[in-house]
């Protein structure tokens, strides 16, 4: 609708609204139009209504009598000027001809209309820019509110108690203000941000398992989201020397995982395009390349899948401190035995099961197996044995069929027999340099670790283990 403020000026509204000027004005009357002589023929007296925006002086000879030509002013709607000789006053007009008036208020409309469809093109983008504004602005109000400004929990926790919360990967300020929130960790958000905001903390808090003490004090609780992880609830701590089978066992008590299910999903084949050194994997088997280390998955992704990609992707890792191509020409000049990486890991996993935690000890080891392999000699090894029993090996186990039986077949075992941790791969692919062919390895209520160049040092070295035992 338009507005009235800004109607033409010369709108037939305002005719007669001024107000003064000389009373006997009012009996001034304006003659039609049709009685308006032609130009080339004026009148004594002639009235003319100016259309233009400027008013049209007198002639110079109009003559002094009271003849007044009346104009209509633009400038000043509803006034008529009077010029003559002796008055230049202006006059509110309260009387005009019904065809002045008609034309005027005709002349009105036209121009209010022209200016209403003026003022509506325009006001069309106008409005439709400033609702879009409203749009976008609210609606990242919105949504910035819901990203960073959490709902405070009604839930009343009692403080003092202990909780154990994980904060998701990639999870921003406002989820983890919630998460606190709703543990009963914090009890104002407003003051969180502040304190995250004061220790400058934006891009530093960490994902992971925490324990927290209900209503502990917020700089604290931030501090603890930037120094990291504090809690082990989601932590998996896998041993060295752990098979397949028994890694699947931790996984389903510490993440309650389907160990059956984690067993059908260790396959090479599934892994083999993403991890190329699973190519030459016998029996399909992932044994030996999930490497054994403690890991955190807290705010991480625990499915099975995730679970054993994260420790293929171990393995690679540190396997890659390794310059393989010159550690595996090192042992070829030392032993005159060549290895590829899967017989690397093999020979690796059997030195991790009959080695203690001694480093060095650990390389003296690979020695022994290196000279045996180089003369053709069995290795000789308990634990390749136990691999397939599965409990402790006595002397009748020894005689057991299994191509994992080392005292009946030369050469490395057709798998690793277990996952091996970085030591044990270090004395693989860098092992001492001895004449070593056997070692007597005890721990228990005794210790004797006795490495012999030959068979008789060997007894002798049992022999003194068997003294050892008897007290004697």
């Given at each position: 609708m338009?507005?009235?403020s800004?109607?033409?000026?010369h709108?037939?509204?305002y005719?007669?609204?001024?107000q003064?000027?000389v009373?006997?004005?009012?009996?001034?009357?304006?003659p039609?139009l049709?009685s308006?002589?032609?130009?080339?023929d004026?009148p004594?007296?002639?009235?003319?209504y100016a259309?233009a925006e400027?008013?049209?002086a007198?002639?110079a000879s109009?003559?002094?009598?009271?003849?007044?030509?009346v104009?209509?002013?633009?400038e000043?709607?509803?006034?008529?000027r009077?010029?003559g000789?002796?008055?230049?006053?202006?006059?509110p007009?309260?009387?005009?001809?019904r065809r002045t008036?008609?034309a005027?208020?005709?002349?009105?409309?036209?121009v209010?209309?022209y200016?209403?469809?003026?003022?509506?093109h325009?006001?069309?983008?106008i409005v439709?820019?400033?609702?879009?504004?409203l749009?976008?602005?609210g609606g990242?109000?919105f949504?910035?509110?819901r990203?960073?400004?959490?709902?405070?929990?009604?839930?009343?926790?009692?403080?003092?108690?202990e909780?154990?919360?994980?904060i998701?990967?990639?999870?921003?300020?406002s989820?983890i203000?919630?998460i606190l929130l709703?543990?009963g960790v914090?009890?104002?958000?407003?003051?969180f941000f502040?304190e995250?905001?004061?220790?400058?903390?934006?891009?530093?808090l960490?994902?992971?398992?925490y324990?927290?003490?209900?209503?502990?004090?917020t700089r604290?609780?931030v501090?603890?989201?930037?120094?990291?992880?504090?809690?082990?609830l989601?932590v998996?701590?896998?041993?060295?020397g752990?098979t397949v089978?028994?890694?699947?066992d931790?996984?389903?008590?510490k993440?309650?995982i389907?160990?059956?299910?984690?067993?059908a999903?260790?396959?090479?084949?599934?892994y083999?395009?993403d991890?190329?050194?699973?190519?030459?994997?016998?029996?399909d088997?992932?044994?030996?390349?999930?490497?054994?280390?403690?890991?955190?998955?807290g705010g991480?992704?625990?499915?099975?899948?995730?679970?054993?990609r994260t420790m293929?992707?171990q393995y690679?890792?540190e396997?890659?401190?390794f310059d393989?191509?010159?550690?595996i020409?090192k042992?070829?000049?030392?032993?005159g035995?060549?290895?590829?990486e899967?017989?690397?890991?093999t020979?690796a996993s059997?030195i991790?099961?009959e080695?203690?935690d001694d480093?060095?000890?650990?390389?003296n080891?690979?020695s022994?197996?290196?000279?045996?392999?180089?003369?053709?000699m069995?290795?000789?090894s308990?634990?390749t044995v136990?691999y397939?029993?599965d409990?402790?090996?006595?002397?009748?186990d020894?005689e057991?069929d299994?191509?994992y039986?080392?005292?009946?077949?030369?050469?490395?075992?057709?798998?690793p027999?277990?996952n091996p941790?970085?030591?044990?791969l270090k004395?693989?692919?860098e092992?001492?340099?001895?004449?070593?062919?056997?070692?007597?390895?005890?721990?228990g209520d005794?210790s004797?670790h006795?490495f012999?160049?030959?068979?008789?040092?060997h007894l002798?070295?049992?022999s003194?283990?068997?003294?050892?035992?008897?007290g004697e």
């Amino acid at each position: 609708m338009a507005d009235s403020s800004n109607a033409p000026k010369h709108s037939a509204d305002y005719v007669g609204s001024a107000q003064g000027g000389v009373s006997d004005y009012d009996e001034l009357s304006v003659p039609s139009l049709d009685s308006i002589p032609s130009p080339v023929d004026p009148p004594a007296q002639e009235v003319s209504y100016a259309a233009a925006e400027q008013p049209v002086a007198a002639p110079a000879s109009a003559p002094a009598t009271d003849t007044r030509r009346v104009r209509r002013q633009v400038e000043t709607p509803g006034v008529l000027r009077v010029d003559g000789p002796s008055s230049g006053a202006v006059m509110p007009s309260n009387r005009v001809s019904r065809r002045t008036a008609e034309a005027t208020r005709r002349a009105a409309k036209q121009v209010g209309r022209y200016d209403s469809r003026v003022r509506e093109h325009h006001s069309i983008p106008i409005v439709a820019f400033v609702l879009v504004a409203l749009l976008i602005f609210g609606g990242a109000a919105f949504f910035s509110r819901r990203l960073f400004v959490p709902e405070d929990s009604g839930t009343t926790i009692q403080p003092g108690l202990e909780v154990n919360i994980t904060i998701p990967e990639g999870a921003g300020g406002s989820e983890i203000a919630q998460i606190l929130l709703d543990n009963g960790v914090i009890t104002d958000s407003a003051e969180f941000f502040r304190e995250v905001k004061s220790q400058e903390a934006e891009m530093t808090l960490k994902s992971g398992s925490y324990s927290f003490i209900t209503g502990a004090n917020t700089r604290e609780v931030v501090k603890q989201l930037v120094s990291g992880p504090n809690s082990t609830l989601d932590v998996v701590t896998i041993p060295e020397g752990y098979t397949v089978r028994q890694i699947a066992d931790v996984y389903a008590d510490k993440l309650g995982i389907d160990a059956e299910e984690f067993m059908a999903r260790a396959t090479a084949s599934n892994y083999m395009n993403d991890y190329p050194f699973l190519s030459n994997a016998a029996n399909d088997s992932l044994e030996g390349f999930l490497f054994p280390k403690t890991y955190d998955f807290g705010g991480k992704d625990k499915s099975i899948d995730a679970i054993i990609r994260t420790m293929l992707s171990q393995y690679q890792a540190e396997m890659a401190q390794f310059d393989f191509d010159a550690c595996i020409a090192k042992v070829n000049e030392m032993y005159g035995v060549e290895l590829d990486e899967y017989q690397i890991v093999t020979l690796a996993s059997i030195i991790e099961k009959e080695a203690t935690d001694d480093e060095g000890e650990r390389a003296n080891v690979a020695s022994v197996f290196y000279n045996r392999l180089a003369s053709w000699m069995p290795l000789q090894s308990d634990a390749t044995v136990g691999y397939v029993l599965d409990h402790d090996v006595t002397a009748e186990d020894l005689e057991l069929d299994s191509e994992y039986n080392t005292y009946l077949n030369y050469g490395l075992t057709p798998t690793p027999i277990c996952n091996p941790g970085y030591e044990s791969l270090k004395a693989a692919l860098e092992p001492a340099d001895t004449d070593y062919y056997y070692f007597y390895l005890y721990e228990g209520d005794y210790s004797l670790h006795v490495f012999s160049e030959t068979y008789e040092e060997h007894l002798e070295a049992i022999s003194k283990a068997e003294s050892a035992a008897n007290g004697e």
